[in-house]
């Protein structure tokens, strides 16, 4: 086919990104971090976790694809001259059954697997190809290559992770997205669910999906494919410590290392493990952390999940695809599974339930906080009520100016303005006001377009603010309990706290190295306008407090005499050091009987102090002189965010410090359920990608950060008091505390607050300059 005739590129670079073209290809680059501290930074990880491991991705360097070439080619290695075969027999069927569709892989390395599916659409004419791969070189490689050889070829390449590529490569549907070798194996339970939640998110209905699995098979046979005669499995596994030695001067003696694979069958995968024969210490000198591997002790490199095509197709389901095609090879060893995206619930149906949910959601948990001052009236001061009361009329007149009055006018705009708090009103007929504007407005809602070209209800933009007002307002009431409770408070339902830890991360400081990274969150329905938009930054490297400072640690410094000494507090310090008098945090109480006692108030009650839990309800000033007394500073909200949320392996921005699975007691202490903050480490599984634990709940944190807009900043929806307002002198917060809703916090949420301010839910951990 003649040059011309092909097709068009019509990918748009992203900013910030490189492009290279050539005949028939356009290869797009995503900005590069340091490779090697990405490595350093992952190996860290993994040996920090419990089991031990080592990245699996990084297995793959030019010796390590050399030696798995040698793999596939051995004769108990069945799994790619199975999938090869099957592939080359369905080719041309699979082509007139799906149509001209783009073809886009994932992990597509020099794209030999998908050698076959090429032809076959190139047979039938014109043809675009977007291979995903983080290997710039084996996509430049299988560009020219490729396009040599399949003259009515284009391919659009994409040098980055199937997180930032897939939602680029989405925008070419129809569409059939091709992962093969069995690759998705590699997952864990967990992982499989995150990367199909994407895949469901960004393929659009009738999009195909084929995808290569390994089944289940006796025992015996799934382990010689991974203890090969020839030894190269063991060979691919050392390679891994050759390149940690090469990169990263580990300096692990390699005839102290044994490969080792069996299958697991209770868990249907292979386990792949570097053995280590005797005692190792396994040093990465760029980060100064090291490990000692015990005689015996085995890190698993790698795992490879064996699948029952049934089980497969259900679990799939759950996410929206539909089975359409099973193609086995000879034995049964190896399948490829042909699916299909299901039509979406109607947009604005789904959408619809998706909002009434989330506010009824909102709602129970304000009665729950409301339920004991409702009780009680009488036992709570007037001036408490009255600023409790004129907060709820606030949420209830902005609920009823927004998602009742605007979501009825054709120009989205309300027909009066909200309503003046009435003083006099009693906490019973605020509830019944909540009550029937919610009523109103789920009523609302019923009939509402939600119509995308609408500006305010595109997305149900209007009741993801309501949502999350109300959520933040939850907090500001448990604010108000804490400061006004002269009784306790007895919350209606509690959890029960975590195990305490064994080790307490207090005074430990990991090294965030220096790099670009993403900062803030894409504008969607569920973002908040402060987040956005997303800009590049760059912060220098930098020492961070694995854990927030706690009693014991801030003790020290007031034993020191932290708040006698004036060269700790800054000009502005002094000044609200002499006027507020302070000698302690807010919630500290001397024991009346032994005075280097101390209690602390938490809700109406006085527990002794616990010197492991984060301090709390301090002042911008008290943290900024905490940190000059430890030789430390504030960090910044670059530096806090970039320990939070950046994961350098992957190269992606987490929602959470720990990933995109949504807050569990597992992973931090938020939601108002324990009523105070745990000690420091009690959530080793919500640690962010770099180690640092509770970033997300237990004590809001300090920056040394103003608050101000991000540059590119707008917002469309509608202002509500004492949010977004950008302010002189106001602080950034960064975090969520344990009075927190999971429905108000990530971990690009920002909330700010005048440096005086002793009546939060507030804590802070340092930096150090490098």
């Not at 448990?478 to 207090?506: C, F, M, N, W």
Request: proline letters at 8%.
């Amino acid at each position: 086919m003649l040059e011309q005739e092909r097709l068009a590129a019509v990918l748009e670079t992203p900013a910030g990104w490189t492009r290279e073209s050539g005949p028939g290809y356009v290869l797009h680059r995503e900005p590069q971090t340091d490779v090697r501290l990405a490595f350093a930074e992952a190996v860290v990880r993994g040996l920090e976790s419990e089991p031990r491991t080592l990245p699996c991705t990084y297995l793959y360097d030019g010796e390590g694809s050399r030696i798995f070439e040698q793999i596939t080619a051995q004769p108990e290695y069945y799994q790619t001259r199975t999938e090869d075969a099957i592939l080359e027999a369905a080719a041309g069927p699979l082509r007139r059954r799906i149509g001209s569709s783009t073809v886009v892989e994932l992990g597509s390395g020099s794209s030999a697997k998908t050698h076959n599916i090429l032809g076959s659409w190139c047979d039938s004419g014109p043809t675009r190809y977007v291979p995903i791969d983080v290997s710039e070189a084996a996509l430049q490689q299988a560009c020219r290559e490729l396009t040599g050889a399949f003259p009515a070829l284009t391919v659009e390449a994409l040098a980055t992770t199937y997180e930032n590529g897939l939602p680029l490569a989405a925008r070419l549907s129809p569409l059939v997205l091709v992962f093969l070798g069995s690759t998705i194996g590699n997952f864990t339970h967990a992982q499989l669910d995150e990367f199909l939640d994407l895949l469901s998110g960004q393929l659009h209905p009738d999009d195909r999906l084929l995808l290569g699995v390994d089944r289940v098979k006796p025992t015996d046979r799934l382990e010689a494919a991974y203890n090969d005669a020839a030894g190269w499995t063991a060979r691919f596994t050392l390679n891994l410590f050759t390149r940690m030695n090469r990169e990263l001067g580990t300096q692990v003696p390699l005839d102290a290392v044994e490969h080792v694979a069996y299958y697991n069958e209770p868990l249907s995968r292979i386990e792949i493990y570097a053995r280590f024969l005797r005692e190792v210490r396994i040093e990465i000198p760029s980060l100064g952390r090291g490990f000692r591997m015990a005689p015996g002790e085995m890190v698993r490199t790698e795992i490879s999940r064996k699948f029952r095509p049934d089980h497969v197709a259900a679990n799939l389901s759950r996410f929206g695809f539909s089975l359409e095609e099973e193609l086995d090879g000879s034995e049964d060893l190896f399948s490829v599974l042909l699916f299909r995206r299901r039509p979406r619930v109607p947009y604005a149906e789904g959408r619809r339930h998706s909002l009434q949910a989330a506010l009824r959601r909102v709602r129970s948990a304000t009665l729950d906080i409301l339920a004991p001052l409702a009780d009680e009236p009488e036992s709570w001061t007037t001036e408490f009520m009255s600023a409790l009361t004129n907060r709820l009329q606030v949420l209830a007149g902005h609920e009823e100016t927004w998602l009742v009055q605007a979501l009825g006018d054709s120009s989205e705009t309300p027909s009066s303005p909200p309503r003046e708090p009435d003083p006099l009103m009693s906490l019973d007929t605020v509830m019944l006001l909540l009550a029937d504007v919610r009523r109103q407005s789920l009523n609302r809602l019923v009939t509402a377009s939600l119509d995308p070209a609408r500006p305010l209800s595109a997305g149900g933009q209007l009741h993801h603010q309501a949502a999350r007002h109300e959520a933040r307002i939850q907090e500001v009431l448990l604010e108000d309990i804490q400061e006004h409770a002269d009784h306790p408070y007895d919350p209606v339902d509690e959890d029960s706290p975590p195990t305490r830890p064994d080790l307490i991360p207090a005074g430990e400081q990991i090294l965030i190295p220096g790099g670009p990274f993403p900062m803030g969150r894409r504008a969607t329905p569920e973002a908040e306008d402060d987040e956005q938009p997303v800009h590049p930054v760059d912060v220098p490297s930098f020492l961070l407090d694995a854990a927030p400072v706690t009693n014991g640690e801030f003790l020290s410094f007031m034993t020191d005499g932290g708040y006698r000494r004036e060269e700790l507090w800054s000009t502005d310090g002094q000044a609200w050091l002499r006027q507020a008098r302070a000698t302690a945090p807010a919630s500290w109480r001397q024991d009346t009987g032994e005075k280097e006692h101390w209690k602390v108030d938490s809700m109406g009650f006085a527990h002794a102090l616990d010197p492991a839990r984060p301090v709390s309800m301090l002042s911008w000033f008290e943290a900024d002189a905490f940190a000059r007394w430890a030789g430390k500073r504030l960090p910044t909200e670059v530096e806090w965010e970039k320990a939070a949320r950046w994961d350098p392996e992957h190269g992606v921005a987490r929602l959470y410090p720990w990933g995109s699975a949504p807050p569990t007691s597992e992973f931090a202490n938020l939601n108002h359920r324990l009523w105070q903050p745990v000690a420091v480490g009690s959530y080793p599984r919500g640690r962010s990608f770099y180690g640092c634990h509770q970033m997300l709940g237990d004590v809001w944190e300090w920056t040394s950060s103003p608050y101000s807009p991000y540059p590119g900043y707008e917002s469309e929806l509608p202002s509500i008091p004492g949010r977004n307002q950008f302010t002189a002198g106001l602080r950034v917060l960064r975090g969520g505390s344990w009075a927190t809703s999971i429905a108000a916090v990530t971990a690009s949420s920002r909330r700010s607050s005048r440096p005086e301010n002793r009546r939060m839910f507030v804590g802070f951990r340092c930096a150090r300059s490098l």
